[in-house]
Nanobody
Framework: QVQLVESGGGLVQAGDSLNLSCVASTRTFDSYAMAWFLQAPGKEREFVAAINWSGDSTTYTDSVKVRFTISRDNAKNMIYLQMNNLKNEDTSVYYC??????????????????WGQGTQDSVYS
């Protein structure tokens, strides 16, 4: 069992930045691909970004690939999501997730096996 705990959410103005963090409680963190998802009010959970086990391969949904950056620090069991130039439509609960193949996570062919509880980001004009 892997526990994932997100942090870094908050209330920000459009155009500002946020950096989300997620810490994983596992001794085999570097065996997992990691990802971020979001769920806006009244909508289904959506893929945002994923990173492979070593951190040298990342993939994004088109709407964020210029503004968001996913990264990881295997020594600290952590992943991050740097979000720049935030927009009102980025308001969501953001979830950290662990799986096995980052491209499989994106395509939903191999969904994550572990999820965090989420952190709320709210962007206002």
């Amino acid at each position: 069992q892997v526990q994932l705990v997100e942090s870094g959410g908050g209330l920000v103005q459009a155009g500002d930045s946020l950096n989300l963090s997620c810490v994983a409680s596992t001794r085999t963190f570097d065996s997992y691909a990691m990802a971020w998802f979001l769920q806006a009010p009244g909508k289904e959970r959506e893929f945002v970004a994923a990173i492979n086990w070593s951190g040298d391969s990342t993939t994004y949904t088109d709407s964020v690939k210029v503004r968001f950056t996913i990264s990881r620090d295997n020594a600290k069991n952590m992943i991050y999501l740097q979000m720049n130039n935030l927009k009102n439509e980025d308001t969501s609960v953001y979830y950290c997730a662990a799986g096995y193949i980052s491209c499989g996570i994106k395509r939903a062919t191999m969904p994550p096996v572990y999820w965090g509880q989420g952190t709320q980001d709210s962007v206002y004009s």
